[in-house]
Structures are given as structure tokens and as C-alpha cells.
T-cell receptor, first 112, second 115 residues
Framework: TQLLEQSPQFLSIQEGENLTVYCNSSSVFSSLQWYRQEPGEGPVLLVTVVTGGEVKKLKRLTFQFGDARKDSSLHITAAQPGDTGLYLCAGASGGSNYKLTFGKGTLLTVNP | GAGVSQSPRYKVAKRGQDVALRCDPISGHVSLFWYQQALGQGPEFLTYFQNEAQLDKSGLPSDRFFAERPEGSVSTLKIQRTQQEDSAVYLC?????????????FGPGTRLTVL
């Protein structure tokens, strides 16, 4: 069974602070995705990382895929209240990468 | 709307009742997925359709869970003889299926509460 562990589970910070969320697995995934989910809504894809060592930037968010393609991190610079939400990582496997295995998520609260 | 829609948004059932949850995927999307998200957890894969064919149902927790997509569009997840442990948000997602890593678009989910 492939498992993804996320840490921390909860994170409460002040506006303007930086933070890093981690996603670790003992398994290799063909790609890894990060989602953000807000209450009462489904997850929304932020980024997909495919190549070991890959780094992708999305405005104030920086995503990194580990060299061995087993772990990933999400770094947010100068967090804003609008960043509040549940951040989920998901590993893709199976033919056409259809099967997503999600971590439990990191619940981020950014206080104004 | 252009997104994935699910109905009902909320469902309360008494233990032992049967429920049916509906998913309307984005028009033209080939693949459809169902996930179960318990409180405080990430979504867990239940089943996957490509058009009308159910290619993977390995995540369905028991034989009380049944999913169908008879015409390759709308899908229904049915739970028979509901139990309290079935209480969760049930998410549906659809995917266009162009390219190896194309995105799954999620609906808002149906929150099922079994009393």
C-alpha cells in the first residue's frame, strides 16, 4: 500500500510569515500533485511535479520534488490570509496516472 | 456551470437506509472518479470509470457500495444499508484524458451523515 505522510498536520501563523509543508512517502510515484481545498469545496490543483529534483514556482508558492521522487515540499513566502486552507499532496500511479493517493493534509490558518 | 456538479450537497440517512449520490462531470470528460473523504482526512480513492467502463473498483469499502456510469456521462454512487462509518464527504472528479498528467477536476462533494 502506498502511503503519503504530510507534516505538520496543523499550522497557524501570522500574515507575512514564511512556512514549509512536507510530503513524504516510502514509495516512488510517477508524479506528485499539490491541491488546496477550502471548506465545502473539492480540492483544486495547484501544481504537478514530475521530474526528480524539479522545482516549480507559482507566485509566492514554491514546490519541490525530491531527487528520488518520494518526497515533496511546499514553501509559501509572506503568507496571506487568502492562503488559508487545507493543503493536500497526492501521488499519481497506475496506467495514465489515474490513481491518486492523497496525504491527510496540512490545515493552514494565516491570521491577519 | 462548467464545473463538476454533485447532488445532493447534503444527505442525512438513518442507519440501514439506501442512498444514491449523483455526479455530473464536465461535458466531454472521459474519466470519472469517486473518492471518500472522512473528517480530518485526505480523499481516498473509491473507483474509476473510463467512459462507461468501470476499470478500477478496488477502493470500494464493501459490497454495499456500488457505482455506475451507464452512458459514459452522469455517474451514481449507491450505498446500500448505510452504516455510521459511511459518514463522510463523497467527492467526484472528472478528467479530459488528453496527455499523461492532465488534471482531475473535483466537484464540491456530497456530505453524507448516517444517524
Amino acid at each position: 500500500t502506498q502511503l503519503l505522510e504530510q507534516s505538520p498536520q496543523f499550522l497557524s501563523i501570522q500574515e507575512g510569515e514564511n512556512l514549509t509543508v512536507y510530503c513524504n512517502s516510502s514509495s516512488v510515484f510517477s508524479s506528485l500533485q499539490w491541491y488546496r481545498q477550502e471548506p465545502g469545496e473539492g480540492p483544486v490543483l495547484l501544481v504537478t511535479v514530475v521530474t526528480g529534483g524539479e522545482v516549480k514556482k507559482l507566485k509566492r508558492l514554491t514546490f519541490q520534488f525530491g531527487d528520488a521522487r518520494k518526497d515533496s515540499s511546499l514553501h509559501i513566502t509572506a503568507a496571506q490570509p487568502g492562503d488559508t486552507g487545507l493543503y493536500l499532496c497526492a501521488g499519481a500511479s497506475g496506467g495514465s496516472n489515474y490513481k491518486l493517493t492523497f496525504g491527510k493534509g496540512t490545515l493552514l490558518t494565516v491570521n491577519p | 456551470g462548467a464545473g463538476v456538479s454533485q447532488s445532493p450537497r447534503y444527505k442525512v440517512a438513518k442507519r440501514g437506509q439506501d442512498v444514491a449520490l449523483r455526479c455530473d462531470p464536465i461535458s466531454g470528460h472521459v474519466s470519472l472518479f469517486w473518492y471518500q473523504q472522512a473528517l480530518g482526512q485526505g480523499p481516498e480513492f473509491l473507483t474509476y470509470f473510463q467512459n462507461e467502463a468501470q476499470l478500477d473498483k478496488s477502493g470500494l469499502p464493501s459490497d454495499r457500495f456500488f457505482a455506475e456510469r451507464p452512458e459514459g456521462s452522469v455517474s451514481t454512487l449507491k450505498i446500500q444499508r448505510t452504516q455510521q462509518e459511511d459518514s463522510a464527504v463523497y467527492l467526484c472528479a472528472s478528467r479530459l484524458d488528453r496527455g499523461a498528467f492532465n488534471e482531475q477536476f473535483f466537484g464540491p462533494g456530497t456530505r453524507l451523515t448516517v444517524l
